[in-house]
């Protein structure tokens, strides 16, 4: 591979090598990784495969012959010459190599990406016209797009999805654990089996009904055995931990408000659950993290630094979004959701967004939310893989699994204790 960073990372040998086979046996071109031809360095070389590509989805022949035919029709055999092909094929002693010489190749045309991606990157930081979020996303996206080629078939045999299928079934079984991440409330759990990984959840009602406590109740049951990220884009830091202390501890929210109530037993009380507190992997995002862009960043570096398992966001629509959709609020909403779900799958874990009601909602059904009540658009019901829905009934809070792409809907009543900010 060649050293001279001017010119890229390449190797001309694996190029050479890589064509020579095919044209001594064109089978190996089912057995190659991933290749374009844009990933050969020399145009020449790229051209001699789009026209290898081109005779192998035709079902004809593949020789120098029927190459050097399909180059002059593609007005290159010219700039290739008439006699390049069959030295390609005199010059490669053997094809049993191909799939090992396309790596390199393969490889080498990765880096030259990120060659371009990283000069691009400098160029958007240096750029004063956009602001540091803005050239953030820009080079977020850049390197998401190298991370993606990395990956380019999405195929996989079926008899192996079936095989770790049922090894995770015998997991499952011999633990007991449902299909998803448990978020400690059994009546929900019993009803949607815990959040599966990759999914996008919804929780919705309208203001004062609870959700963010419903979500620090589920934030602090998950947190004792996994990694979780609170997004909180309405409330500080102070606030939220106030409301996890009460819900703990059994201490009234209102004494942790005015700690001149407390008493020395109430300090002490503190004081233990400081303690425990330690062993919790609970991270709070404050306001800051308020657009897509920085709740990614934040999201993969916990990942990559402690290992992340459950993303909860308060709440959806205080998600700055992209300035393209500016006015459009069903578009903007629409933008969010989708992203949201692809930081679901990209990192293989679930994203659990509050979100606002409309405030008409359902007059024929009392005060009762429907999923037609979600706020500025229906993409959040079609994006999300479930949907909760709190209101207030006269015995309780209602919650409501409106949607539960994995199994049946249900629901159930929840005692909710406003003095400690939780629900039982």
Do not use: C
């Not at 290739?80 to 094929?89: A, S």
């Not at 400081?274 to 990614?296: K, W």
């Not at 209602?398 to 049946?408: E, F, G, M, Y």
């Amino acid at each position: 591979m060649s050293k001279d960073n001017r010119l890229g990372p390449h190797s001309l040998e694996a190029e050479m090598a890589v064509l020579g086979a095919i044209l001594i046996e064109p089978t190996v071109l089912d057995d190659l990784p991933p290749l374009t031809p844009d990933d050969f360095w020399e145009v020449k070389h790229g051209w001699i495969f789009k026209a290898m590509l081109a005779l192998n989805e035709e079902g004809l022949a593949i020789d120098p012959l029927t190459v050097n035919a399909r180059l002059k029709a593609m007005g290159r055999l010219d700039d290739v010459g008439v006699l390049y092909v069959n030295e390609l094929m005199a010059s490669t002693p053997t094809h049993v190599y191909a799939p090992t010489y396309a790596e390199v190749v393969r490889q080498a045309s990765v880096r030259r990406a990120l060659m371009t991606a990283a000069g691009k990157i400098a160029n958007a930081a240096r750029d004063e016209n956009l602001t540091l979020e803005q050239a953030l996303a820009e080079a977020e996206a850049l390197i998401n797009a190298l991370s993606l080629s990395e990956d380019r078939s999405g195929l996989e045999r079926y008899a192996d999805g079936v095989e770790r299928l049922i090894e995770k079934m015998h997991e499952a079984r011999m633990s007991g654990e449902g299909p998803g991440l448990p978020t400690g409330i059994a009546a929900l759990d019993q009803i949607m089996g815990g959040l599966e990984r990759g999914g996008l959840y919804i929780l919705a009602g309208r203001p004062g009904v609870g959700k963010t406590a419903y979500a620090l109740n589920i934030a602090d049951n998950v947190s004792r055995v996994q990694s979780v990220l609170f997004v909180s884009l309405e409330m500080s830091t102070e606030q939220l931990t106030r409301r996890l202390i009460s819900s703990a501890t059994g201490l009234a929210h209102h004494k942790l408000r005015y700690p001149r109530l407390m008493t020395e037993q109430d300090f002490e009380t503190v004081a233990k659950y400081y303690v425990d507190a330690q062993s919790m992997r609970l991270y709070i995002a404050d306001p800051r993290a308020s657009t897509l862009p920085r709740i990614r960043a934040e999201s993969r570096m916990l990942a990559r630094r402690d290992g992340l398992d459950l993303i909860i966001i308060d709440y959806l629509q205080l998600i700055k979004p992209d300035k393209r959709y500016a006015g459009n609020r069903v578009q903007e909403i629409a933008q969010i959701s989708g992203e949201l779900k692809d930081l679901a799958r990209s990192l293989n874990i679930p994203v659990l967004a509050l979100s606002q009601l409309n405030r008409a909602g359902d007059t024929t059904n009392g005060d009762r939310p429907r999923l037609r009540d979600l706020r500025d658009s229906g993409s959040l019901e079609q994006d999300a893989d479930g949907v909760i829905l709190l209101s207030r009934q006269t015995n309780g809070v209602l919650v409501d699994v409106a949607k539960n792409r994995h199994d049946a809907p249900g629901e159930y009543t929840a005692r909710w204790d406003g003095a400690i900010q939780r629900f039982a």
